[in-house]
């Protein structure tokens, strides 16, 4: 046993040191694989501590059901829902029934997080972000994950409190530290969520509250957050164009308000999806591909629908959703029953700790970032872990541990499939970018290598052949989706083989992208010059707010294109109007951010 604990390590080795740079991705699929290999061999070598319980069984019956939805997904998309949840709940298992070495896991979650507050201040300081996001950053220019980052330091937070009433004065400077960078990310749901935090604390620990020396801790608290805040106004006050706090707050900036009625439109369509799908939903991943026929505002898509519970019921279906918040409940309202009876206030931080992340998670979603998800279930493992009476072990529960490891390398072989070649998928880009007439390119194009989750290669693969003129490898690779081609980027490649596929285009995402509009009526006639007219006024009104940064989309340069199409008087003013706006929108994003974009590249 302990030879194949040894070759279990060993490969885990040998591809964290092959794939290594990619192993640092916060959204890696390598690691995904990596962590339930690991977790198979502590499955397959470890005994059981505590017993299997009701909860538990929720859990993995609610795991059942996801798995059905991919299925009967109406688009192979998912990538990120199969690991998070499946790689979650075996973490989850791991923490609930093994028996783990005890170490000051508070103290290091705590130290941890103070590094990656210092490092996010020196990034923030540096970059052209006006938000903290430290290493939680998208692919895209400036687009960043502020949201993500307040979701880790959520749990740190908690934790430091909790050192701060208990232990030495040096846990005031990281929380110090840790508070500044939590407020520089002007997450205003991270903030809400805080704030309930804060009450929930005062509930559960009132019969603390009149306890020797309660009221100097409180006092020095309170003085290390009114220095933290002043620490964190001081920061963003030093940016060149930095958030102006009080409009950001108050809803009073157009970012702020758009944030807040776009995530009530994005809930809507969720439900919306529901309804239309309520048994299997349509499919892991998909709500991206089906909102926009649901979509009320432009250029408001999203990944998911900034909810959990309805990113699960519209994807998954409702029974997948239903089970996921039956498993919730019993885990956090008999806990929260026994903390107002009292606790310990170790075991009031950890319910706090995971009831933080839900409720994040329930006015956003950021656990498709590996950390975040692997230590939500981490949370809930140990939330279910202060129960009593379960240190016991079960024959069955051994037994259990077999079918756990099977599962655990099941998810590593899948996760290893997708990541590693999405490794070979990057490096033929790259390939493509530097030698387009390399042969291995038109080899792939041919031969294509299948993958579990092939929508994540779809576009990839789609421009290559395009950009390539492969027009017969395109149309093959179109064919091999016949069934998803109501998703509207089936429908854009297909298109630029057919154009009479351009209207059912704008039908299913008409609100995201000009090129659609203008591959639409770059086949109509010129009396169609009025409708461009009224969509360039509507589109010129987003451009001058740089609604979701549109100056560094390519939507200005197909509204350009959409202005050669026709001669009319009425719309030469709108164009000129357009590109005045276009003109200044890139000279106040350059003169804010420092780059050199051009309003004609």
Not at 214 to 239: D, E, H, R
Not at 256 to 279: L, N
Not at 487 to 515: I, M, S, T
Request: charged letters at 15%.
């Amino acid at each position: 046993m302990h030879v194949l604990r040894k070759f279990f390590c060993l490969g885990i080795l040998l591809l964290a040191l092959r794939y290594r740079g990619y192993l640092l991705d916060t959204e890696s699929q390598l690691l995904y694989g990596l962590i339930p290999l690991l977790l198979a061999s502590l499955f397959l070598f470890e005994k059981p501590m505590r017993a299997f319980r009701f909860t538990d069984g929720l859990l993995f019956l609610f795991l059942g059901f996801l798995g059905g939805s991919f299925l009967f997904a109406q688009h192979p998309f998912g990538f990120f829902e199969f690991t998070t949840f499946f790689v979650g709940a075996l973490l989850y298992a791991s923490v609930r029934f093994l028996k783990l070495p005890k170490l000051p896991y508070r103290e290091s979650f705590v130290a941890l997080g103070a590094i990656f507050s210092t490092y996010a201040f020196l990034h923030f300081l540096i970059s052209p972000a006006d938000r903290l996001s430290g290493f939680f950053h998208g692919y895209e220019a400036y687009t960043f994950y502020p949201n993500a980052a307040a979701l880790l330091l959520l749990p740190v937070l908690i934790f430091n409190v909790e050192l701060c009433l208990k232990k030495t004065r040096v846990w005031h400077g990281l929380l110090f530290l840790n508070l500044a960078a939590f407020m520089l990310t002007f997450s205003r749901a991270a903030y809400l969520v805080a704030l309930c935090c804060i009450v929930l604390a005062g509930v559960f620990s009132f019969r603390f509250l009149f306890k020797k020396n309660v009221f100097k801790k409180l006092s020095l608290l309170f003085l290390t957050t009114l220095c933290s805040l002043s620490f964190a106004l001081g920061l963003n006050f030093l940016k060149v164009d930095g958030l102006v706090v009080s409009e950001r707050l108050l809803l009073k900036d157009d970012a702020g308000f758009t944030s807040v009625s776009e995530r009530i439109d994005f809930w809507e369509g969720a439900w919306k999806i529901t309804q239309d799908h309520p048994w299997f939903g349509v499919g892991p991943g998909g709500f991206s591909a089906f909102y926009p026929s649901y979509q009320e505002q432009w250029l408001a898509l999203s990944d998911h629908p900034h909810n959990v519970l309805l990113k699960l019921s519209s994807e998954a279906g409702i029974p997948a959703a239903v089970l996921f918040s039956s498993f919730l409940l019993l885990l956090f309202l008999p806990s929260g029953w026994r903390l107002l009876k009292g606790m310990q206030p170790s075991e009031v931080s950890v319910w706090l700790a995971a009831a933080a992340f839900l409720g994040h998670n329930l006015l956003d979603y950021n656990l498709n970032f590996t950390v975040l998800s692997g230590l939500f279930f981490v949370l809930l493992a140990a939330l279910a872990n202060t129960e009593k009476g379960t240190e016991s072990v079960f024959k069955k529960t051994q037994k259990m541990f077999y079918g756990f490891a099977v599962l655990s390398i099941f998810v590593s072989g899948i996760t290893l499939w997708e990541g590693v070649l999405l490794v070979q998928t990057r490096s033929l880009q790259e390939l493509y970018e530097t030698n387009p007439q390399d042969e291995r390119l038109s080899a792939h194009l041919e031969n294509p290598t299948p993958l579990p989750f092939e929508m994540n290669h779809f576009d990839a693969y789609a421009n290559m052949a395009l950009a390539l003129k492969n027009e017969a490898a395109l149309e093959r690779f179109l064919s091999r989706f016949q069934n998803y081609s109501t998703y509207y980027r089936w429908l854009y490649f297909k298109a630029q083989l057919d154009p009479h596929f351009v209207d059912e285009l704008l039908l299913a995402n008409g609100k995201n992208e000009l090129e659609y509009h203008y591959l639409f009526y770059k086949e109509r006639a010129p009396e169609d010059a009025e409708a461009v007219h009224d969509l360039l006024r509507l589109y010129t009104a987003l451009l001058s707010a740089n609604a979701h940064m549109t100056v560094l989309s390519q939507n200005p340069i197909f509204a350009e294109k959409l202005c050669a199409l026709y001669d009319a008087e009425e719309l030469k003013k709108s164009c000129e109007t357009f590109e005045k706006v276009w003109a200044l929108e890139v000279y106040k994003f350059n003169q804010r951010y420092g780059t050199s974009l051009t309003s004609h590249p």
